[in-house]
């Protein structure tokens, strides 16, 4: 039973535009949300995270929106760069071992 | 920062060979996990643990053990390997219960091919 739901496992997305990957979950006990980006043969990093007090995290090119009373939440970039080209993970805590999404694969095409 | 260090990048092993994955962190994290990472299937947690020789078996334990015994040390044990087990191997660290605002810090995996 997926707790944490990425529908969408690739996207592609033209230079410049804005890319928006979404993440769903089902347990109304996480209050706290996080994304890491990771590239082939290394380990995720870090990217934003989002409190369930905020709807909205900024950071630079990097947004995070959360809809709490439909369980979703959405990563949006802008302008998108051929670096962002990565798979894309949503997890959700509590509880600790956080509680990860199956990931979504981004290509920014030049 | 937090150092998460895995031993090896890159491994081929023969079926049926007992393989050791190590992973080392350098801040004294109390909380340490195991996830393997195959398309389509996400981040997996195999395995974890809060405390020296302490474990606790993630979502897909079966075919793996583990053992703490250093902090700072928790390796992966595959018992027997098979061509099933073939994946990237992700060792990460937390240092308490609290999770803070970035969450783990991920080692840069380990590939293993089981042949």
């Known amino acids: 039973d997926q707790q944490v739901k990425q529908n969408s496992p690739s996207l592609s997305v033209q230079e410049g535009r804005i890319s928006i990957l979404n993440c769903d979950y089902t347990?109304?006990?996480?209050?706290?949300f996080l994304w890491y980006k990771k590239y082939p043969a290394e380990g995720p990093t870090f990217l934003i995270s989002?409190?369930?007090?905020?709807d909205k995290n900024e950071d630079g090119r990097f947004t995070v929106f959360l809809n709490k009373s439909a369980k979703h939440l959405s990563l949006h970039i802008v302008p998108s760069q051929p670096g962002d080209s990565a798979v894309y993970f949503c997890?959700?805590?509590?509880?600790?071992?956080?509680?990860f999404g199956k990931g979504t694969r981004l290509s920014v095409i030049a | 920062d937090v150092k998460v260090t895995q031993s090896s990048r890159y491994l081929v092993k023969r079926t049926g060979e007992k393989v050791f994955l190590e992973c080392v962190q350098d801040?004294?994290?109390?909380?340490m996990f195991w996830y393997r990472q195959d398309p389509g299937l996400g981040l997996r947690l195999i395995y974890f643990?809060?405390?020296?020789?302490?474990?606790e078996k993630g979502d897909i334990p079966e075919g793996y053990s583990v053992s703490r015994e250093k902090k700072e040390r928790f390796s992966l044990i595959l018992e027997s390997a098979s061509t099933n087990q073939t994946s990237m191997y992700l060792c990460?660290?937390?240092?308490?219960?609290?999770?803070?605002?970035?969450?783990?810090?991920f080692g840069s995996g380990t590939r293993l091919t089981v042949v």
């Open positions: 643990s809060y405390d020296v020789k302490m474990k």
């Open positions: 801040m004294d994290h109390e909380n």
């Open positions: 997890a959700a805590s509590p509880p600790t071992p956080l509680v």
């Open positions: 989002i409190s369930s007090i905020k």
């Open positions: 347990n109304s006990m996480f209050d706290y």
């Open positions: 990460a660290s937390l240092l308490g219960s609290a999770l803070p605002d970035y969450g783990y810090t």
